[in-house]
């Protein structure tokens, strides 16, 4: 088993009445992507803040690099760097002097500070832009420069919070190859997105998180697997709904038949030849079908079998 190199379990965070992240327990493996994938309010950003020491747990135990996330925070700032979902950038100073600010809070002065900034700026590709101020930046370069800053103090660990969000897919592009460089020099990332195909891509390993809880978690093939073949919504007339269950669910590439939403939702083993056999199927006992949905297997249709939820609303 490859070390864990953090580790949360039972988390949970309140604010207030609301219950923003509810008992989650998972571990990070060192030198892996691991996507924290759900959509808006799911905990996303909540759990991420505290992982990074920036908002103090309700209870549970986290630890980072074996350091204790309440007791030996100081141990661990220096192992963790954060890019947050909203830019930490100062607009009137140039990227050059943004970085400086970020690196002298993490105790850099002199040749080294100057090292690092050249360094991150070729890792981000801003290099020839370093004078220019920020607020000069498109959208794409603010969002690598946020990266840059998180990287100023070389951490083992980066946390990034949804980092291509309003972002060109060019740049969005240059972000996955950043990444995935990182990850080749060694680095543990966790990686929090609301886009399955990003977590599809980029994670080894992905949670699925939503109102606080986490669904589920494995590999994205695993995920995937859930979903054998992939599933059909297929709307019929209500009362015909209840008598055809069990001759749908006796077709051969059918997994199982449940009703939701007021329509049948039909786990196949192949959803293409389940598809026909459905259809061959009503139309022999004329059985209108007034609606049908495919959807083929990827985190996102997992993602709504689990929670009967769009990931995007
Ligand atoms: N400072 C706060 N005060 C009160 N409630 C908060 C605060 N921050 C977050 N919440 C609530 O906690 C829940 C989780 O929010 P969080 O920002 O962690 O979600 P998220 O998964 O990052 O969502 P998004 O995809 O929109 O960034 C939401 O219901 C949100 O309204
Ligand atoms: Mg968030």
Not at 15 to 43: K, M, T
Not at 71 to 96: C, D, H
Request: net charge neutral; with cysteine; hydrophobic share 45%.
């Amino acid at each position: 088993m490859p070390r864990c190199v953090i580790e949360v379990n039972g988390l949970i965070k309140r604010y207030g009445d609301r219950v923003a992240v509810n008992g989650v327990s998972f571990c990070v493996q060192e030198g892996e992507i691991f996507g924290l994938l759900g959509p808006n309010g799911a905990g996303k950003t909540t759990t991420l803040s505290i992982l990074a020491t920036l908002l103090p747990p309700d209870e549970g135990q986290v630890t980072i690099g074996g350091y204790d996330l309440v007791r030996e925070t100081n141990q661990i700032k220096p192992l963790i760097g954060f890019v947050p979902q909203e830019l930490a950038l100062y607009p009137t100073l140039s990227a050059w002097d943004n970085l400086a600010f970020f690196g002298r809070i993490y105790g850099l002065r002199g040749t080294a500070l100057k090292e690092r900034i050249a360094a991150v700026l070729d890792l981000v590709g801003l290099r020839d832009r370093a004078g220019d101020a920020v607020r000069t930046f498109s959208g794409g370069m603010k969002r690598r420069l946020n990266i840059a800053a998180g990287l100023i103090h070389r951490p083992r660990i980066l946390f990034l919070d949804e980092p291509t969000v309003g972002v060109d897919p060019q740049s969005r592009n240059f972000i996955f190859e950043h990444i995935e460089r990182l990850k080749a020099e060694g680095m543990t990332i966790l990686y929090t997105t609301h886009y399955m195909e990003e977590a599809e891509r980029l994670c080894d390993r992905v949670a699925i998180m939503d109102e606080g809880r986490l669904l589920a978690l494995g590999t994205p093939k695993e995920l995937i697997g859930l979903l054998g073949g992939g599933v059909i919504y297929m709307g019929l007339a209500p009362d015909r709904m209840e008598a055809l269950r069990p001759s749908i669910r006796a077709l051969p590439h059918v997994r199982a038949v449940s009703i939701q939403g007021g329509r049948l939702k039909i786990e196949t083993i192949s959803a293409r030849h389940a598809l026909l056999e459905a259809i061959e199927l009503c139309a022999a006992q004329d059985v209108p079908i007034l609606s049908l949905e495919v959807l083929e297997p990827n985190l996102e249709s997992v993602f709504l079998h689990l929670t009967g939820k769009r990931l995007r609303d």
